[in-house]
Structure formats: structure tokens, C-alpha cells
């Protein structure tokens, strides 16, 4: 079963290139056990989201690239609060990031 959106975030941000044009990001937490998609729409601040690379610089060859992501969504409503909840206690491993 392929993972299920439950729960996005958008944001925009300038692009590096051309500082004039703006870039729009997605967060998304997927949930690799629920086959049915319930997106619940929150806010993310305005840095969205922070990719943090801990490469080995002597070998820029390494074949996986420790990493980190790290974003600040906003709940404003009991529902809200209930599903990032229910995220948060659940087993490591079902839910994942995707930011596109």
C-alpha cells in the first residue's frame, strides 16, 4: 500500500536564482498503514521547512546522506490538535515527511 496524505502544508518562499519569483514548498505528513487519505490542512510557519545535510566533506561520494527536517505546523483547532496528536504517539516509522 502506497502512503496516505494526512496532513499539508504549504509555503511559499524566493527563490535562490531570481529573487523576484517565488517558489511554493509542500509539507506533507504520509501514513504508511491508513489506506484512506484524510488531508487536514494546517499552517506552517513562515521559515517552512529547514533541510539540514550532515555530509562527510573528505567523501563527497557517500552513498546516503544523513539528514534532518525540521518545520513548526500550527494547530488552531481541536481537530487539528487530536490528528497531530495521534502522530505523535504513534509507532516510529508509520508516518513520514515529504516536502516537494
Given amino acids: 500500500m502506497d502512503a496516505t496524505i494526512q496532513v499539508r502544508a504549504e509555503y511559499k518562499t524566493l527563490l535562490k536564482d531570481d529573487a523576484t519569483k517565488h517558489g511554493i514548498y509542500i509539507v506533507e505528513i504520509v ?9 487536514t490542512a494546517l499552517d506552517i510557519s513562515p521559515e517552512g521547512a529547514t533541510i539540514t545535510y550532515e555530509a562527510d566533506q573528505e567523501n563527497v561520494f557517500t552513498p546516503v546522506v544523513p539528514s534532518s527536517c525540521s518545520f513548526t505546523l500550527y494547530a488552531i483547532t481541536d481537530t487539528h490538535v487530536t490528528k497531530l496528536k495521534k502522530i505523535a504517539k504513534s509507532d516510529a516509522g508509520r508516518y513520514s515527511v515529504r516536502v516537494r
Avoid: G, L, W
Wanted: aromatic share 0%; proline share 0%.
Fill in 31 to 39: 501514513d504508511s498503514e491508513e489506506a484512506t487519505e484524510d488531508v
